[in-house]
């Protein structure tokens, strides 16, 4: 039978993908699941630590009740409360079952991302390598050891589940309305597990025009966008809006950059993160972008046209090395909405977590360059593929030397400190509070203390604690003037007027005394510890009438006091 001339082959590009999402390699992605789940077992034993994980969890009543109608900080992130919620629920406050969830949850990450790989026609060789890399690279440490930061790969693992599932729609000329409707419902559930969630539009985008041309018809394919955007536009705004309402400070000190200023931090950021990318040694829970003699640093300037050479780069070698643009636009997808536009909140500039899912794309990128290097210098050929394995072996050993620095907060946060990142003096007060709670090193505790009022007086919870301290060190008439300073700026607080008020019962300022106790009992009838303070100033200056009736209401109410 005479063959075909019109006919065209198919690409051997093609019939090797086909074969790779066949049953021969089935056993790949269990075995990088397996490889990212072990990593981080290193850190099963790793503490709750004080920054944030208290608030996101033990102390956050959307976790406590299980209430998911409740928002925490002004975020409203349900699925996430509710994972927390189910560690709670099995061990309380323990830490270890919150690393496992989080762990657990970057396992099946890496199964999906390997899934995904191949789903967009990339070989198995690139594939596996770069989802060795996603699975173990030392910069996933703070979104999988940090349990505040679980949102990250829990969003994430339903914004990969929707993608695949938009895969499965987009490969056939009519759609798939089943498949369809599963990607719109785990994008859903991703936004409702964080709302960085809001970029996966810009990732099917980047899929459909620049990985693998979609057999979806291309007016159906148009519609098919219009939900996700409308969606990522609502989740988008209302996060604004509630965080806005709960007096949550929407960009604060972290906004006060000018317009251009903006330009350059944004063009600045991928350059920092893809070197920490290569170069993971010098990584951070916190990252600032310090002006010198008031203005940025010569790098910042030049920020713009590397990016620009790179831009080019990627549109000049497109056809002869296409990972460079692919790999790019991932990254960029996914990286978008989380660089340095405006800032909601003042701990949110640079981040290491933002890098979750986007370093997928300069994974792949690494990867297929270092593949290309082999096949372009085969004489050296040998020495490529050692200084790659060199570099995944030390980026293993990185990463457990990271994850061991998050087992407290002591030790992640003087890792910032020592990085010289103190977040306008936030970093020692951490340092400083996790101190004073494990009682063994007051003395440094109030040095960090000290320091961090220093470096920004405003600082009010360094008052309170610090005022704390001084009241246990018997110091009374500092603990009255740092809680009063504190009272000033969070009028509120109306526990700190009952520690205020014993400072001043050792004073011997008694009147005093029994107007903070009296301020407290006010605001929280129920607090039975102030009765007994208020009653035995009272008996000390005379009025023993008052007194015994303070005393009697504290022995009825303190078994209730909350």
Known sequence: MAKNPKAKPKSASSKSVKSDISSDNNWQPWVLAATAFLLFCTGLSNELLGIDDHMATVDNPAVKNMDLSTFNLGMYAPLTWLGYGLAYMIGGAKPFWYHLMSALAHAANVWLAYRLLLRLDVRSSVAFAATLLFAIHPIQVESVSWIAGFSTPLFSLFCLLSALFYLDHSEKEEGSSQHYALS?????????????????????????????????????????????FLLALCFGLFTFYTRAAAGVDVGGEANSYSALERVLLV???????????????????????DKVNGSLPLMYYAAPVILAVVGFAAWRFRQTAPYLHKGLLFYAANIFFALPFYSVGSFELCADHYNYLACIGIFYLLVSGWQSAQQGFPSFSGGIQWLGRIWVAALVLLSLFQIQLWKDTISIVSNAIEKGYHQNGRMYEARAIAYANDRKDLASAMRDFDKALEINPKLADSYKFRGSLYGVTKQYAKSVADLSKYLELKPGDTEQYYNRGLSLLNLNR???????????????????????????????????????????EWEKRKGNER
């Open 184 to 228: 719109i419902l785990f994008f859903v559930a991703a936004c409702l597990a964080k709302s960085t969630a809001v970029m996966l539009p810009l990732l099917l985008l980047v899929f459909d025009f620049f990985w693998k041309k979609p057999a979806l018809a291309s007016r159906k394919r148009w519609l098919g966008y219009a939900p996700y």
């Open 510 to 552: 008694m009147q005093e005394a029994i107007a903070d106790f009296t301020r407290t009992l006010e605001a929280n009838p129920d607090f039975a510890r102030a009765y007994r303070a208020r009653g035995n100033a009272y008996i000390s200056i005379g009025e023993t009438a008052k007194g015994d009736a303070d005393l009697a």
């Open 267 to 289: 063009c600045y950021t991928p350059l920092l993160y893809w070197y920490k990318l290569l170069v993971p040694t010098s990584l951070s829970v916190y990252y600032s972008f």
